[in-house]
């Protein structure tokens, strides 16, 4: 990821374009109006936030001299902490400075640098060091005895189980104690502490030298939380099984990972390892190390069972009054207030179970905080939460900037603007992130360092060459220097301020300026070395908010700026007059105009515009009416007598026709009953300026509107507020999960975040292969929400995708395997010349050998039954396949148009297949089968029917009946899915985007409105899921069409008889239980590519319902008429409305794979092993990496899970976190790889801890936590 702004453009742009496709709106003028309100900073997104990670300064001193320097008993830290500071690496000044504060001046530490900044290692340094010092005296370790893995054996009794390290020296001595406590606030950070000691401790290396230097003893570690198995007394014979069986699986875990290369293995335990296995043995012999939160150790102090890790620390403290018992808090400030009290009477709990008194000088205390200082304040914290005063606060400040790289950059600012506009010469417009491997790309960074005064050695890199060239002139020194001059200090920076503040002469493109881009594209693809990092690492902080809703003036006179801009009053009284005033973005009683402010209601099908508000009854005299307000009434009910539920009986909903009158425009359906409950549409008038509501069919008086107002009859308070129909365009709900056509404006959390976290994937993925993505929820159900509905919507999207691109493809890839074997075959030009001429001139042409070589091999993988009668056809051999053979010789006679549906699933589902997805679907009964297997059935998953080969995934030879039968469920599926792509709206259709149309093959010589009309039924029936594939179809005898179908042909004058034997002869048709539907085999795609027209090409639209059409459709609205509405299509192009579905079609580059799973609290241990390492891309075994790798992890805030999540390009939270220190500690996952560009992406939901730092996002990103407090005197 390289380009920082680019991506928040292209994420922004993407999210407006899904709320206008998801709301569309009839009116012109209201779509450019919203589009303007979309596009103010604030609406959907914050401006963005840059933070140049912090530069910390060096001891300059390696970990070997480090040792060297020290008293001489510590010299073998050197190698007991050899894989925690490699070879080469330099220890910063503040982790050198804990080293002698602990071992030489015997002081407690509390370390106070930045995330990223090697905290950990401040602590884990003397830690390492006093277990170095004292291991030279430990006993030798004998091997382990051969029942030491005792889960082999028959588990009959608890008797067999054997302790871990029962078999030590240190056994037999009494020397097995708690040397280090490790607690930390989160399960998270107990897993990443724990990959730390695996990789120092459990390491090749770590195991040779303790072998060798200490008697084959092992440096012992555990974590002792909720998760550490196995609760119970080991008496219990049912928890010794559980302890077996998940030793077992552990171990079977731990062999497949040993085969693993060296970075991947430290994700998880080493049973050989000094790593404990389970309470038990750490309660038999208490490890070295443990690591804790304060929950369980408040547990573990009560508890019987736990007594023996403090009875032998205990008497291991007192054995040696030189033994130093170290207790380690990671993030002190996290511990405030009244929890933050009882964290400090735990801990002195725990000093008195240990016989340490608060001021022991056995006692060590080591602590990490991002909000502890050297005041008054934070010393009287550390006092009363510890109960001692003897700490050292080492804080670092950080190296301070070159002032004067500001001149220096400034001075090279047409190079900055020049190298932007050569690797991305649209600027902020292009829609795809770019690729740095481009040669332009590279040509212009080699060109970029000469400029800037670099040499380009002959063996080195591009990226290397610019970024020697970048610190050359300081540009890292000025980034982080307009931080300090913009806040007084290096933190999270608005863009526009930094770039006020390094060009504040410069012409701003949009936000920024050229320059700035062209400096920030610079500094990412950019490398100090060719392993190393960029010049200035930067995170990126986007703050998305989901969309609440949209409200309107009830004004169509609207004196607002923004009516007024657009000359709405031209439109007055016309065809396109506008019944309201102008949008709001924010929740308003009135407008500047004066009039009333209302919620905007929405048709998603035809787009209709609608006021909805709560109800308030008045009364002047004996004349009752009601006001409508869009604030709920009753204020002092709230929240207990409240509900996010409208109802009738509280909220009205109102047709507003402007200057028209309710004689003239009519609902399509003025009285209809619902579940025995009769609904009409009453004629109303409203005034603008005072709420009234009154209904009665007179003229509008002064200030008042005339329109219809939604009522149901009788006493029904509880029913819908919205109705099941549209009284403009009729569409039905009544059989939907959603029961009205009528929105408010508020996006769909689920898919909001989907369309945000799938951007955010697209703009990873050209850089790295594998790109991954964390989601943090603020609740476990949230968490596991999102990941399965998220996985479902990207799914759907990617099989639009795929099938686009089957169909743009297909005749290309037909063509290019004729021109290879024509060359084999020289006859065949002869017979394709006399078949299409067309084809033939397609085939003449001069072969691009690479590109139809490809395309060659792909069509032969994808249609390997057709290319059997096209070599058969070739040699004059008769076919092998009669209906393959027919559907070769359809193929060569009209290419290049329609394509069979059938044809282009094949394709489809071959995509889907190469990027390990289920062509099927997310569902559990898609993905799995069970073959009998004695009186049991055994489990099995989908991809175990294929063979998963280098050259693409083959099915299997041989499969049994269940697994067959499911590969023919995936199929069925699959078209379900291709036909609800096709067809997932009626506002919405491949047809309505222009993209293209389904048709079917006509009886020869038909007349072209019998096509035409057949087309239309043909979309009817598809919207409406009338096909065979469609679960909810029943198959039968009956041939007629449905009565919408029918209503249709009988408006646009077409014979019913004449449609039915168009679906017949050319089986299109399908007999059902009660009407005709469409069996997807025998349908065809008709591309507007093939059809000579562009994608903006002309069409024919419904001046009503607004549904657009490719064809004539017989000169009558299908959707309109179905209602027996007579509205003649006229000459029209595709709507811009439904930009992202046009960009999802067409724009947003190849399908990808985002597998998501959840991980919480609840998860299951051996699944988050397994999709821990998935997800860090680690397989062994039979696992099949394209199938099982996970793409995106969905997990809660606070990480019950407990998983070490690893390194990240992009972290995405699914809420604002509920404080700052919660958001600073998701983001630190971002960033740690030596990236250029890191992402934070926060999306809002409008909670009120939401908003506040929403409205307040440097607040969140860069304030220090608030300075902790205990109350000790409570």
């Not at 300059?60 to 001299?65: F, W």
């Not at 008993?73 to 007991?80: K, N, Q, S, T, V």
């Not at 790289?405 to 506009?421: E, I, K, P, Q, Y």
Request: contains cysteine.
């Amino acid at each position: 990821m390289y380009d920082f702004l680019g991506t928040y453009k292209r994420l922004n742009h993407i999210y407006r374009m899904y709320i206008e496709s998801a709301f569309p709106l009839r009116y012109d003028i209201l779509n450019q109006e919203r589009r303007i309100l979309l596009e103010e900073s604030g609406v959907l997104s914050q401006l963005p936030l840059l933070e140049t990670l912090p530069v910390y300064p060096s001891s300059g001193l390696s970990l070997k001299e480090v040792s060297e320097r020290l008293p001489s008993e510590y010299r073998d830290l050197a190698y007991i902490a050899n894989d925690l500071i490699p070879d080469g690496m330099q220890l910063y000044q503040h982790q050198w400075q804990a080293l002698q504060e602990v071992l030489v001046n015997g002081r407690d530490i509390v370390v106070t640098t930045g995330t990223g900044s090697g905290k950990t290692e401040c602590f884990l340094l003397p830690i390492l060091a006093e277990l170095a010092k004292e291991s030279l005296d430990w006993p030798l370790c004998p091997p382990a005895p051969q029942n030491h893995k005792w889960w082999h054996q028959d588990i009959n009794t608890q008797g067999n189980r054997v302790s871990q390290f029962a078999h030590s020296g240190r056994w037999q001595n009494n020397l097995h104690a708690v040397r280090a406590m490790i607690l930390y606030p989160l399960n998270a950070l107990v897993e990443d502490q724990l990959r730390r000691l695996r990789n120092t401790l459990d390491s090749p290396s770590s195991h040779q030298w303790l072998d060798m230097q200490r008697n084959g003893n092992r440096v012992l570690f555990g974590r002792y939380t909720g998760l550490t198995p196995v609760s119970g007394w080991p008496t219990n014979r049912n928890a010794v099984k559980r302890l077996a069986d998940h030793l077992q699986e552990l171990e079977a875990e731990c062999s497949k990972v040993a085969e693993l290369k060296e970075s991947a293995r430290y994700y998880f335990p080493d049973i050989d390892g000094g790593e404990m296995w389970s309470r038990w043995d750490m309660q038999e012999t208490p490890p070295d190390i443990l690591i804790t939160n304060y929950s369980m150790l408040n547990i573990m102090l009560m508890r019987q069972i736990e007594e023996p890790i403090f009875d032998q620390t205990r008497d291991w403290l007192a054995q040696d009054k030189n033994n130093k018992f170290f207790l380690v808090i990671d993030e002190l400030h996290s511990y405030r207030g009244t929890p933050g009290t009882e964290v400090a009477y735990i801990l002195r709990l725990l000093l008195n179970r240990l016989g340490l008194d608060i001021d022991s000088e056995q006692l060590v205390i080591l602590a990490t905080s991002a909000s502890i200082d050297d005041s008054t304040e934070s010393k009287k914290f550390l006092k009363e939460f510890f109960g001692r005063d003897r700490f050292k606060v080492i804080s670092s400040e950080e190296v301070l900037p070159d002032a004067d790289s500001l001149n220096r950059v400034r001075a090279r600012a047409d190079n900055w603007a020049t190298f932007l506009h050569k690797v991305n010469p649209k600027g902020l417009e292009q829609m795809f992130p770019p690729d740095p491997n481009d040669l332009e790309i590279q040509e212009a960074m080699r060109k970029l360092a000469s400029d800037l005064g670099s040499k380009c050695l002959p063996d080195e890199s591009a990226q290397v060459t610019l970024g020697k060239a970048l610190v050359s002139i300081g540009v890292p020194d000025a980034l982080r220097q307009s931080c300090i001059m913009v806040n007084n200090s290096v933190r999270p920076t608005k863009i526009t301020d930094i770039d006020a503040v390094l060009f504040p002469d410069q012409h701003r493109n949009e936000f920024v300026t050229d320059v700035l881009m062209g400096i920030l594209w610079a500094t990412a693809m950019s490398k100090i070395s060719e392993h190393g990092p960029s010049p200035q690492p930067i995170r990126g902080h986007l703050f998305f908010h989901n969309m609440q809703n949209i409200w309107a003036c009830s004004n169509p006179k609207c004196t607002d700026k923004c009516c007024q801009s657009n000359n709405r009053k031209q439109l007055l009284g016309t065809d396109r007059e506008v019944p309201i005033g102008t949008l709001h973005a924010n929740h308003r009683l009135s407008c500047t105009c004066g009039g009333r402010v209302l919620d905007l209601i929405v048709c998603e099908v035809c787009g209709e515009v609608f006021l909805g508000g709560y109800r308030v009854s008045k009364k002047i005299g004996a004349t009752h009416f009601e006001v409508l307000t869009c604030d709920q009434p009753d204020l002092e009910k709230m929240p207990d007598q409240t509900s996010i539920i409208k109802t009738y009986q509280k909220y009205a909903l109102f047709w507003p026709l402007g200057t028209q009158s309710c004689t003239k425009i009519k609902p399509e359906d003025e009285e209809y009953q619902v579940n025995y409950v009769k609904r009409r549409w009453k004629p109303a008038r409203f005034n603008v300026f005072s709420g009234a509501l009154r209904q009665d069919c007179s003229p509008p008086g002064a200030n008042e509107i005339s329109g219809w107002l939604y009522v149901i009859a009788g006493d029904n308070p509880d029913e819908p507020a919205m109705p099941i129909k549209c009284p403009r365009c009729g569409s039905d709900y009544r059989s939907k999960l959603v029961s009205s056509p009528l929105r408010n404006h508020r996006t769909g959390f689920q898919k909001a975040c989907q369309v945000l976290a799938g951007a955010l994937f697209r703009e990873m993925s050209p850089i790295h292969l594998s790109p991954k993505l964390v989601i943090f929820s603020d609740s476990r159900q949230d968490a596991a929400k999102l990941a399965a509905g998220m996985e479902q919507d990207h799914f759907r999207d990617m099989i639009r995708l795929a099938l686009l691109q089957a169909l743009n493809s297909y005749w290309h890839e037909f063509a290019a395997f004729f021109r290879i074997i024509v060359g084999f075959y020289p006859q065949l030009a002869t017979k394709i010349a006399e078949i299409n001429p067309k084809l033939y001139d397609a085939v003449m042409q001069p072969s691009k050998r690479e590109d139809d070589m490809r395309l060659r091999a792909r069509f032969q993988n994808e249609h390997p039954l057709l290319v059997a009668e096209i070599m058969n056809w070739s040699l004059d051999a008769p076919p092998v396949n009669q209906e393959e053979y027919n559907e070769l010789i359809k193929m060569l006679k009209i290419y290049p148009g329609r394509v069979r549906l059938s044809e282009l699933k094949v394709v489809v589902k071959e995509i889907m297949l190469r990027l390990g997805m289920n062509p099927g679907g997310c569902e559990y009964r898609v993905n799995t089968y069970h073959v009998p297997q004695g009186a049991n059935r055994e489990l099995h998953y989908w991809h175990e029917c294929y063979n998963w080969l280098d050259t693409g995934p083959q099915q299997k030879q041989g499969l049994g009946t269940e697994a067959k039968r499911l590969l023919g469920f995936i199929d069925a599926c699959l078209t379900e899915e291709i036909m609800h792509v096709i067809f997932p709206h009626v506002a919405r259709t491949f047809e309505s985007m222009g993209i293209g149309w389904v048709s079917y093959e006509e009886i020869p010589g038909t007349d072209r409105t019998i096509v035409q009309a057949t087309n239309a039924v043909i979309r009817l029936l598809g919207e409406r899921k009338t096909h065979r594939y469609n679960r909810g179809f029943k198959a039968g005898n009956e041939f007629k069409l449905p009565r919408y179908a029918a209503n249709y042909l009988s408006i646009a004058g077409v014979p019913e008889d004449k449609v039915i034997e168009e679906m017949k002869h050319s089986q299109v048709g399908v007999g059902g239980l009660s009407a005709v539907g469409l069996d997807p085999n025998y349908l065809y795609m008709i591309s507007t590519s093939f059809d000579g027209k562009e994608l903006d090409q002309s069409g024919w639209s419904c001046p009503s319902c607004n549904a657009f059409y490719l064809h004539p459709a017989a000169g009558y609205c299908p959707e309109c008429a179905s209602i027996k509405q007579k509205h003649l299509l006229k000459p029209s192009k595709p709507t811009s409305q439904l930009d992202y579905y046009l960009y999802l079609s067409s724009l947003s580059g190849p399908a990808f794979r985002m597998r998501c799973e959840e991980l919480t609290g609840q998860t299951d241990y051996i699944d988050r092993m397994r999709r821990q390492r998935w997800f860090q891309d680690v397989f062994v075994g039979s696992e099949i990496p394209i199938v099982n790798q996970v793409d995106l992890l969905s997990v809660t805030t606070t990480m019950e899970a407990g998983v070490d999540i690893g390194s990240l390009l992009a972290v995405m939270m699914a809420n604002m976190p509920p404080r700052r220190f919660n958001y600073q500690q998701r983001v630190g996952r971002a960033g740690r790889r030596g990236s250029g560009v890191a992402l934070a992406l926060t999306f809002c939901r409008g909670r009120s801890h939401d908003d506040y730092y929403y409205q307040r996002p440097e607040m969140v990103t860069g304030d220090p936590p608030p300075l902790p407090y205990v109350d000790m005197s409570n």
